[in-house]
């Protein structure tokens, strides 16, 4: 069973920064495209993100592209999601998951960008 670990979220004003970390068991993830995702109260997740299984390929959202930034460490079985000059309207749980997504999720990591 694949474990999926997020961390990394908290409280920020609009205009901050912050990197979410995911660590993954098992030796899949190297084989895996991995995306980040996110779900706001009310409303269904959404895809943020993805990276390819050697990190050489990415794609964003438009909410969030030159904004947000996506990378894996395949040596430490970690994906990471680096939100720069962040707004109210990125508060959500963020969560990671394979791309495209399978049925398991972590417990995700909460942001909330308020001022």
């Known amino acids: 069973q694949v474990q999926l670990v997020e961390s990394g979220g908290g409280l920020v004003q609009p205009g901050g920064s912050l990197r979410l970390s995911c660590a993954v068991s098992g030796s899949i993830f190297r084989l895996k495209s991995m995306g980040w995702y996110r779900q706001a109260p009310g409303k269904q997740r959404e895809l943020v993100a993805f990276i390819s299984m050697y990190g050489t390929s990415t794609n964003y959202a438009d909410s969030v592209k030159g904004r947000f930034t996506i990378s894996r460490d395949n040596a430490k079985n970690t994906v990471f999601l680096q939100m720069n000059s962040l707004k109210p309207e990125d508060t959500a749980v963020y969560f990671c998951?394979?791309?495209?997504?399978?049925?398991?999720w972590g417990q995700g990591t909460q942001v909330i960008v308020s001022s």
């Open positions: 998951n394979f791309y495209p997504a399978e049925k398991f």
